[in-house]
């Protein structure tokens, strides 16, 4: 099974940097997804790691250390529409060639003025 | 740009109803999902696919069954709705292709039992 941890919530300022961490524990690991979630609507895409390191994709990043089962999402210049819920999701071990995702409970960001 | 789509984004029913909900995806892929998804609870499987008419249990699959008998459609169905299946109901969908493991997801159906 997976176990995922990351914050419930925070707050920040518009024109700031936030991470936002995660934490797993799981008996199968293939690689490691964020997912922007706004009120009311599915959610999007934003990075995926499977080895070691840093992901750079615009005014976000990723970073992953397997050893540590450690991930952080790393939002900077923040605006008011990074409002949102932030989903840390495990893929599980690929099985004929398909795997899962287990997902936290995501992490709510609320941007302010 | 891949589309995953619900047949509907709110819905009204009685317990012991049966209760279809549809998905439908535009970009051939093999992998289709449904989650439910709750307040303090997070997004959770019920049930995938793989294939077309093959399925598998997720986390939380009593209650529910599923149908896909064509490659872009995957069903939930609710045999008899109970109170306790009030909740959001996600369908995704991701590709079999090595490195494009994303999930797509749709808009999401607010399922009401009353």
């Known amino acids: 099974g997976q176990n995922i941890d990351q914050p419930t919530e925070m707050t920040a300022t518009e024109g700031a940097i936030v991470q936002i961490n995660c934490t797993y524990q799981t008996s199968g690991f293939n690689g490691l997804f964020w997912y922007q979630q706004h009120a009311g609507e599915a959610p999007t895409f934003l990075s995926y790691?499977?080895?070691?390191g840093l992901e750079e994709k615009g005014r976000f990043s990723s970073f992953l250390s397997r050893s540590k089962g450690y991930s952080y999402l790393l939002l900077k210049e923040l605006q008011m529409k990074d409002s949102a819920s932030y989903l840390c999701?495990?893929?599980?071990?690929?099985?004929?060639?398909?795997?899962?995702?287990?997902f936290g409970k995501g992490t709510m960001l609320l941007v302010s003025p | 740009d891949v589309k995953v789509t619900q047949s509907s984004r709110y819905l009204v029913k009685r317990t012991g109803e049966k209760v279809f909900l549809e998905c439908v995806q535009d970009m051939d892929h093999e992998n289709m999902f449904w989650y439910r998804q709750d307040p303090g609870l997070g997004l959770r499987l019920i049930y995938f696919s793989y294939d077309v008419k093959m399925k598998e249990k997720g986390d939380i699959p009593e209650g529910y069954s599923v149908s896909r008998e064509k490659k872009e459609r995957f069903s939930l169905i609710l045999e008899s709705a109970s109170t306790n299946q009030t909740s959001m109901y996600l369908c995704?969908?991701?590709?079999?292709?090595?490195?494009?493991?994303?999930?797509?997801f749709g808009p999401g159906t607010r399922l009401t039992v009353t």
């Open positions: 999701a495990v893929r599980d071990q690929e099985n004929s060639g398909y795997s899962t995702l287990t």
């Open positions: 790691n499977v080895l070691d």
């Open positions: 995704a969908s991701s590709s079999r292709d090595r490195g494009r493991y994303e999930q797509y």
